[in-house]
């Protein structure tokens, strides 16, 4: 059956929501989500997650930088809430393609090749949040790494690190413990930060449920980190 097919017998709002879902071009998904989808789509939704809670927490920012931001395609949701978001990875293919994706969407996101450990990041962010990065730095890079990551970031801004939990390491798949070289926990995470901000506060995440309950039971450790050291 066609669209318009379809469509037949529809008048007022849903006449008009109908033709509203005919222009729409179906989503193309970056690289790393399609892999992300294809190989665990169970996992799809739990990462995007972590996002909506950046979003939500970074609600009323009017610049945020990502840090490993990947193919950038969860941009989108954090462009829900902060106006212009700004995505480094050290990966000059899914920059490409994030900044291409951007162009084609029309997204208030831009895109840029960047390694946080060499040195700071160059810009001036109200945000700067990093999703799943830490956790494949080298330990002996790690306070170099957060501080090039802090670098940027307003005096009243807000830093957000995501990153699993070392508890969940004994279930995680061979690929995922070989890239695991610095996994945390509640207290090693806030202590990375602790010396840049006044506060360190450690949420708990299993699936998409965000929580404050007992940390060594999460699968995820997310930190927010405000009151800027300088």
């Not at 395609?73 to 050290?90: C, E, K, S, W, Y």
């Amino acid at each position: 059956m066609s669209r318009d097919a379809l469509g037949e017998g529809l008048a007022g709002p849903e006449r008009e929501r109908f033709e509203v879902w005919q222009r729409s071009e179906p989503v193309v998904l970056g690289p790393h989500t399609s892999h992300a989808w294809r190989s665990d789509p169970r996992r799809f939704p739990i990462v995007m997650a972590r996002y909506k809670v950046v979003a939500k927490l970074l609600a009323g920012k009017q610049s945020a930088l990502e840090i490993g931001c990947g193919d950038g395609f969860n941009a989108r949701i954090v462009l829900q809430t902060v106006p212009a978001v700004h995505g480094v990875d050290a990966d000059p293919f899914s920059i490409d393609w994030a900044s291409e994706n951007a162009r084609r969407e029309g997204l208030a996101a831009t895109f840029g090749v960047a390694d946080a450990c060499p040195g700071p990041l160059p810009g001036r962010y109200d945000a700067v949040y990093s999703l799943d990065v830490i956790e494949h730095v080298p330990p002996a890079d790690e306070a170099r790494f957060v501080a090039n990551i802090v670098a940027p970031l307003a005096p009243d801004g807000v830093c957000i690190v995501g990153t699993p939990n070392v508890t969940a390491s004994a279930y995680a798949s061979t690929l995922s413990a070989e890239g695991h070289i610095n996994l945390k926990s509640a207290e090693t995470l806030r202590a990375a930060l602790a010396p840049h901000f006044e506060n360190v506060f450690v949420f708990s995440m299993n699936d998409e449920v965000l929580h404050l309950g007992f940390a060594p039971m999460a699968h995820y450790l997310l930190a927010v980190a405000t009151g800027l050291r300088r």
